[in-house]
T-cell receptor, first 114, second 114 residues
């Protein structure tokens, strides 16, 4: 979905490094989310934000932090990367205008921690 | 069907046949369901959704069936094409506190044989 853009698409880094993954959207949605995807597991929610001043922890927030710089931008940081954070990371957005809306995903960042 | 574990269940079909992908969801209070398609190297793409006050919804070449009695969701793809090859997974919307959260299944790999 070109409306949700994630950078970088791939990143290899070393244990202990600080990493930032960026997400920007042109959909005009207030709600943004960060997920990780691991083989054999469903998408798991890391953090979510319902507007610029709102940040909420998801089910697996330990070791991660986020920043909602603007309505269109939501970044995910790994302060000190560890190998078990190797995964595929997805950003998503949704429109709160109506109840029960699908989330729209970017194409992901493949992150490898050595 | 859906399952946890490292290996995705696989459905192999011949081009032109109909495909049926199944999903068992977990929460009887879930009131909204989504099917996503994920191609290799891409993010999840919304296919179709259904609310709990319906038991069937049709889109272009796709139909979603909801059986709340047994907590079962299925995605039917008519006249399956090679471009339908992907991982398909369902998501249920669960009310957690004041917010609906999506819970994702692990997915089924659809392999279309020419």
């Amino acid at each position: 979905d070109a409306d949700v853009t994630q950078t970088p698409r791939n990143r290899i880094t070393k244990t202990g490094k600080r990493i930032m993954l960026e997400c920007s959207q042109t959909k005009g949605h207030d709600r943004m989310y960060w997920y990780r995807q691991d083989p054999g597991l469903g998408l798991r929610l890391i953090y979510y934000s319902f507007d610029v001043k709102d940040i909420n922890k998801g089910e697996i927030s330990d070791g991660y932090s986020v920043s909602r710089q603007a309505q269109a931008k939501f970044s995910l940081s790994l302060e000190s990367a560890i190998p078990n954070q190797t995964a595929l990371y997805f950003c998503a957005t949704s429109d709160p205008a109506r109840a029960n809306q699908p989330q729209h995903f970017g194409d992901g960042t493949r992150l490898s921690i050595l | 069907g859906e399952s946890v574990g490292l290996h995705l269940p696989t459905l192999s079909v011949q081009e032109g046949d109909n495909s049926i992908i199944n999903c068992a969801y977990s929460n009887s209070a879930s009131d909204y369901f989504i099917w996503y398609k994920q191609e290799s190297g891409k993010g999840p793409q919304f296919i179709i959704d259904i609310r709990s006050n319906m038991d069937k919804r049709q889109g272009q070449r796709v139909t979603v069936l909801l059986n709340k009695t047994v907590k079962h969701l299925s995605l039917q793809i008519a006249a399956t094409q090679p471009g339908d090859s992907a991982v398909y997974f369902c998501a249920e919307s669960v009310l957690r506190g004041a917010t609906n959260k999506l819970i994702f299944g692990t997915g089924t790999l659809l392999a279309v044989q020419p």
